[in-house]
């Protein structure tokens, strides 16, 4: 049975972490990395004579915050640079400033520092990533997701890899998942080098990435020390991509169908969310059955069954749509576990049906819930929880998940259809 939990110390209704749900071993992401410290600047933005090395590499935030969901959400992280080197860091980028909290900027760092203290690291970790040549068709059909962070190295050579444009273009055609967020996005630019006579292969996507604005910003003395050979935003539009910016140095997420872009480092956490909304989405679709709530007992013969508790209004893209995930309690067994879930789904609907609640579903495979609401609006979600019966509510899932578990709106139009899809 496939079950994985995103778990994030957030506050109700506040959370953009989701879960995935699947049934057929873990979804596999594929980190892919700059196997550069530098990018090359010059002086002068009319003369290219002379090149600087600025240092560089990977932004923290923008690769372990994705990262990590990824990880605590029981998903196989793989990694990858050009040469199979481990890849460098941004200095610039070492700073509480980019994440949440000082706790989450030091979680990175501790996950970062011990897997580079591992001895003898396995092939494919980030101590040891995998060489691009070696990863063959075989080995990318067992995965579900790549996913790129930027900093500013993939600009000085994820642009223009070839085997990277392999791997990209093998993805591209099977429709699996891409996202890329800050200067990660110049990897797509690999898919067709500037020399090939054939079509990119994200002509007319929708995606972001570093803006021009953002990029005037950083080319200064104090900064980068010099200007880039190219600017992202440009360099996407040239190749034959739908550019969206937004405000710079705002969190800004742009999906695509299988192409999920984020703009700057800000935009780490709701790239994340977005991504794992999708993967939870599409593998919710392989539930064993869906089965209408009938109110009796849960038990094992539950396990990976979509519940329809409740069904009211099934366009999902209207009103407020929200998923809660909750992993059990360690100490309390599956026997014991069925039945308190269901006496909890019972008392949601028995409280919140004449409150705002539109749809429920739930599905569970005996370790974790995954429950998708709909509201009338937002005003009422809130307010329900807010009554003596919501409070209860609250308490009484924290006798049965841990402490960990979320409540997190979805506002992505296509989540939002594929919802309404399944619910017809």
């Known amino acids: 049975m496939r079950a994985f939990i995103i778990l994030v110390l957030l506050s109700v209704l506040t959370s953009t972490q989701v879960c995935v749900a699947q049934n057929a071993g873990p979804s596999k992401v594929l980190v892919i990395l700059s196997g550069a410290d530098y990018v090359e600047v010059s002086k002068d933005v009319s003369d290219r004579s002379t090149l600087l090395k ?18 605590n959400a029981g998903m196989e992280v793989e990694f990858a640079t050009p040469l199979g080197l481990p890849a460098m860091s941004d ?18 760092k501790a996950w970062r520092d011990s897997q580079l203290q591992i001895a003898k690291p396995e092939l494919g970790s980030f101590g040891k ?8 068709e075989e080995q990318l059909a067992k ?6 962070p930027g900093g500013h190295a993939p600009m000085q050579d994820l642009y223009r890899d070839q085997e990277l444009g392999r791997i990209l273009r093998y993805f591209v055609n099977k429709g699996k998942l891409i996202s890329a967020i800050c200067h990660g996005p110049a990897a797509l630019l690999s898919l067709t080098p500037a020399y090939a006579n054939t079509p990119w292969g994200l002509s007319n996507f929708r995606m972001t990435g570093f803006s021009n604005e953002e990029e005037h910003y950083a080319e200064t003395p104090d900064r980068l020390g010099g200007f880039l050979k190219f600017h992202l935003e440009d360099a996407l539009k040239n190749a034959g991509g739908l550019t969206d910016m937004g405000t710079k140095f705002k969190s800004h997420v742009v999906r695509d169908r299988n192409l999920v872009t984020g703009q700057n480092p800000q935009s780490d956490t709701e790239l994340s969310a977005l991504v794992l909304t999708i993967i939870a ?21 539950s396990s990976n069954i979509a519940l329809k508790i409740l069904q009211k209004n099934p366009a999902w893209e209207s009103g407020f749509t929200t998923v809660f995930i909750g992993k059990k309690q360690n100490g309390l067994s599956e026997n014991a576990f069925w039945p308190q879930l269901g006496n909890h789904i019972d008392q949601v609907t028995k409280s919140f049906a004449n409150s705002g609640l539109q749809n429920y579903w739930a599905w569970s495979d005996g370790n974790i819930e995954i429950a998708f609401q709909n509201w009338t609006d937002e005003k009422n979600a809130t307010a329900a929880f807010s009554t003596p019966e919501g409070q209860a509510i609250v308490q009484g899932a924290s006798k049965i998940f841990e402490a960990k578990s979320l409540f997190s709106a979805i506002k992505d139009r296509e989540c939002l259809v594929a919802l309404n899809n399944l619910a017809r």
């Open 281 to 301: 989405l599409r593998e919710l679709k392989n539930a064993r059955a869906t089965s209408n709530w009938d109110g009796k007992p849960l038990n094992e013969e």
């Open 129 to 136: 990533p995998y060489p691009f040549n070696s990863i063959q």
């Open 54 to 71: 600025h240092p560089t590499g990977y932004y923290l935030n923008e690769l372990m915050v994705p990262t990590l969901s990824f990880l």
């Open 91 to 108: 200095i610039n980028s070492m700073a509480a400033r980019y994440f949440k909290s000082e706790t989450e900027f030091q979680e990175a």
């Open 143 to 148: 995965f579900d997701l790549i996913f790129i």
